[in-house]
């Protein structure tokens, strides 16, 4: 290793060490290409939740029952609005 370094002996001379820093960015910018297009990608809903099931008003009342907006009561009433009206696809078994 040490004849590599050496610019006098007929070795590359020192700008061989800044070959692993070059390989080192290239890598860096491949995965930062990679997360980024990952991002985009998914959005801010996040990876597995198609748009339009994340934006559903059965979600939706799922999301205000869970952070306590309503009550269990008022979620049932609620989901069976929705099921006469969007078909939920729940076959009536609540």
């Not at 960015?25 to 959005?43: D, F, P, S």
């Not at 006469?84 to 078994?93: C, L, N, P, Q, Y």
């Amino acid at each position: 290793m040490q004849t590599l370094a050496h610019f006098g002996d007929g070795g590359p001379g020192p700008w061989i060490l800044l070959l692993p820093l070059v390989w080192a960015l290239l890598v860096g910018v491949g995965v930062g290409a990679a997360l980024l297009r990952r991002t985009v990608r998914h959005g801010r809903r996040g990876p597995g939740r198609p748009a339009e099931e994340a934006d559903s008003p059965v979600a939706v009342l799922g999301r205000r029952f869970a952070s306590g907006e309503i009550d269990e009561d008022e979620y049932w009433r609620r989901l069976s609005v929705l099921d006469e009206r969007f078909g939920g696809g729940r076959g009536g078994a609540v």
